[in-house]
């Protein structure tokens, strides 16, 4: 699949592609990051920007870091070494009480959906704002909207119980749009479930990409997800997700790769597929 990808981004006219020209500043600055666990490094040395409406893909074998790194963008772990900057503002020196004002800005699709299973789906996606002490109302018609974008609407009053795997992970993704973020860190949203689901769900990013043009993180195991991300656009006439015409690419999304917990790769969708490297050729294969 990715050696189809060329350089050709060209789109149709029935959506416009997410762009990150909206500012000029980056909303996620790695410079120099580690982390020792155990005495091993899990993150070594690691550098990156992510810049307003970019979409960034994480990929590299399982055990290289990649989860790590997003709590670290979270503010969940903190560094051993280097700076964390998200929003121009320094998350490693920052309190847990101007760390919880800043997550208000930030939406998280945990790995596995983490939701509270004795709370409905309505009070799970309106969990923020509840603590927020947003109105009843005012939380309700905001959940309605936001399980209406993951097309969820009608299992407001269920029980995760009661839901299918891909249902919890599209509640989980409406938990996080709920405050209308500037980021969202997707944790392997697909992990897990088959196939058609997954595609499913790798919809629902593409359309919170192209419509919302929200700056993303996003962790994947399935190279499939990652291609499909990079060569899709969401069609708000159709309400459905569509390759590229001539092969093109978005270019809004780019990709990071990890290995032993290092960078390997960073760039766009074209130099990733052409790469000489050896390692990355195998990876890709």
């Known amino acids: 699949m990715a050696n189809s990808v060329t350089a ?16 000029e500043e980056p909303v996620v600055v790695f410079e120099g990051v580690s982390i020792i666990f155990d005495v091993k490094p899990v993150i070594e040395d690691i550098s990156f920007t992510v810049m307003p409406g970019e979409t960034r893909i994480i990929l590299g074998p399982a055990g290289c870091g990649k989860s790590v790194l997003m709590k670290l963008a979270n503010g969940l772990l903190k560094p051993d070494t280097g700076t964390i900057k998200v929003f121009g503002q320094d998350v490693t020196k920052m309190s847990e009480n101007d760390l919880y004002k ?66 919890r992970r599209r509640v989980s993704i409406a938990r996080a749009l709920i ?38 993180l996003l962790i994947t195991h399935r190279l499939q997800d990652a291609f499909t991300l990079a060569t899709y656009q969401f069609n708000t006439e159709t309400g459905h997700m569509e390759k590229l015409p001539n092969n093109g690419i978005v270019p809004s999304t780019r990709f990071l790769v990890l290995n032993e917990g290092r960078i390997v790769f960073d760039g766009s969708t074209e130099e990733l597929v052409h790469s ?5 050729k195998e990876y890709l294969s």
């Open 8 to 23: 050709n981004s060209m789109t149709s006219d029935k959506t416009e592609p997410a762009s990150a020209a909206n500012s």
């Open 276 to 280: 000489d490297d050896p390692w990355l």
């Open 102 to 167: 800043l997550r208000s800005r930030i939406g998280m699709v945990f790995q596995e959906s983490a939701l509270f299973d004795s709370l409905s789906v309505e009070e799970n996606v309106a969990y923020r704002l509840n603590e927020e002490k947003v109105p009843e109302d005012e939380a309700h018609k905001r959940v309605v909207e936001s399980l209406r974008f993951v097309e969820l609407e009608k299992a407001i009053s269920k029980f995760p119980s009661e839901l299918s795997g891909g249902m």
């Open 179 to 216: 405050t209308k973020p500037d980021l969202i860190l997707y944790d392997s949203p697909t992990g897990g479930l088959d196939p058609i689901t997954s595609t499913t769900i790798v919809e629902l990013v593409v359309k919170q990409r192209d419509v919302s043009h929200t700056t993303s």
